[in-house]
């Protein structure tokens, strides 16, 4: 460059950072009419040429000189050694001259301060799902069945600019990735990655998938701590049953349900499974969640129901084909589901009794294990006169065998008193079985029109129930289930994480 001359550049690399006034620039790629008009302009207006090569000489003076450039490269050098000492290197070597820590807590406490001060930026946000109770026991409860389906979606179709990391927690050791679980649960090899603490930072997403109240509410804390670091906290909420039926379930289940609620309030929201659930929790929220300025997100959406999806057991007893059989011989009516005193096995069982007593030759079948409070009516399932021959109790039967009882059967019969979706009502559309459901919100959400619908909570409520649709069967006029709407797993899973990543940013 010429003092007091006009320089011509074209503004190609650090040319383009020129000042404007100091050259004449020309585009990168100029052509020849582009370059005659420089020269010519310039050779023409002396003036001009006069500004710019001045101005040119003052921009080397004042930023270009030895002395200049040489303190500017003594600063950075400067810069670099106390980055060297302020940050991970330098910490590194203080940490190596102090004493160790009495316990191991405190080193806990002091990494999980270094994560906090000096955080990781890793390729893609963490959405951090819990799965506690999965990892802890597969209860094999509908609840579980949700959350390995759910979790199976997320894992193999990764939502976009997300790493999906598993985590559990207990009700005494802090949330750390469940890495050995997550292997074994996609089935590939093992490997030596330890469930280490967790780690997190702004943009990371926490959805509580699982459920696990005494989980929840010893980490009441951790869940203030990601908040404030500006991790989206949220919740899957499957029901509210243990507070809006708390007969059901006792006092002790209702007092850890109602402080789970609480705890879920003051997190950024909640995606629950269906509109009657959501319903229920703004109801909820309106008497008991006190008023703060922090919004709080009520979401809903409805569960997958293709079993091929959900990871299915497999398996028969060898006395399969005679219960197949003597399902077939006869109009069976099928339940599906734990027996619990909500589900209405007991009134269910009066009603067919009832019906038996004055010839109806039809079957019951249900499917489903054990539950609570339920000693009596299991005993009179084991010790009933009919057992085996028009009543039968398939208790913890793999999801091959059930596909067959679906298939063998005449009609399901949902008569639970309260639900947070009400699955086994999908299932038997998908065998266009039809369908005999208790009036409540949420099976008519899930069913509409595809079912007959009943109430009363007597037996011989449903015994009239049962006759009149053996009467509107018979005369082909029985509500079909056939085109009752239903989600696959992936497209649930893509419906809960178009809601949960609301909010995020």
């Not at 052509?31 to 008009?37: G, H, R």
């Amino acid at each position: 460059m010429n003092y007091g001359l006009p320089t011509i550049v074209n503004a190609h690399g650090s040319m383009a950072d020129l000042p404007d006034d100091a050259v004449w620039k020309l585009p990168d790629e100029f052509t020849d009419t582009e370059l005659i008009f420089a020269l010519e302009t310039l050779n023409a207006d002396t003036e001009r040429c006069g500004q710019i090569g001045n101005r040119a000489r003052e921009i080397v003076l004042a930023e270009h000189q030895p002395s200049f450039c040489a303190a500017r490269y003594a600063q950075a050098i400067e810069s670099f050694y106390q980055q060297a000492e302020t940050g991970i290197t330098g910490l590194s070597r203080m940490l190596g001259n102090i004493p160790l820590p009495a316990a191991d807590g405190e080193w806990r406490r002091l990494a999980q301060s270094i994560a906090r001060s000096i955080p990781v930026q890793p390729a893609a946000r963490q959405l951090l799902v819990d799965i506690s109770e999965l990892v802890q026991r597969d209860a094999k409860s509908g609840i579980q069945r949700v959350v390995r389906s759910i979790l199976q979606e997320l894992l193999i179709n990764q939502p976009p600019g997300f790493r999906v990391e598993p985590v559990y927690a207990t009700t005494d050791r802090g949330y750390r990735y469940a890495r050995q679980f997550t292997f074994r649960f996609l089935d590939c090899p093992a490997q030596s990655l330890k469930d280490d603490p967790v780690d997190f930072q702004a943009g990371d997403i926490f959805l509580g998938l699982d459920l696990n109240g005494y989980v929840v509410n010893a980490q009441r804390q951790f869940y203030r701590q990601m908040r404030n670091a500006g991790v989206q906290v949220k919740f899957v909420v499957y029901d509210l049953l243990p507070i809006t039926l708390p007969w059901a379930f006792g006092e002790a289940a209702t007092a850890v349900h109602t402080q789970w609620m609480h705890v879920l309030t003051e997190n950024d929201g909640v995606v629950c499974i269906s509109k009657a659930v959501a319903d229920e929790v703004k109801v909820w929220l309106d008497e008991n969640r006190p008023p703060c300025s922090r919004d709080f997100d009520i979401r809903w959406f409805h569960l997958g129901a293709d079993i091929e999806s959900s990871l299915p057991s497999t398996g028969k007893p060898e006395a399969a084909p005679t219960t197949l059989a003597e399902l077939a011989k006869r109009p069976t009516f099928l339940m599906v589901g734990t027996i619990e005193p909500r589900k209405g096995h007991l009134q269910t069982l009066a009603a067919f009794e009832k019906l038996w007593s004055e010839s109806t030759d039809i079957n019951l079948a249900i499917v489903g294990k054990q539950g609570w409070w339920v000693d009596k009516l299991i005993g009179r399932l084991s010790d009933h006169p009919e057992r085996g021959k028009r009543l039968f109790w398939l208790e913890g039967i793999s999801d091959e065998y059930l596909e067959e009882i679906y298939a063998a059967s005449t009609c399901l019969i949902a008569a639970s008193e309260g639900e947070g979706f009400g699955l086994p009502i999908i299932e038997a559309a998908q065998h266009q079985l039809p369908i005999m459901a208790r009036d409540i919100p949420v099976f008519r959400e899930v069913a509409g029109g595809h079912a007959f619908y009943f109430r009363g909570l007597q037996a011989a409520d449903m015994a009239e129930a049962i006759g009149a649709w053996l009467a509107l069967n018979g005369a082909g006029q029985a509500p079909q289930s056939a085109g009752l709407p239903w989600l696959t797993w992936r497209e649930s899973a893509q419906q809960l994480m178009e809601y949960v990543s609301l909010g995020a940013s």
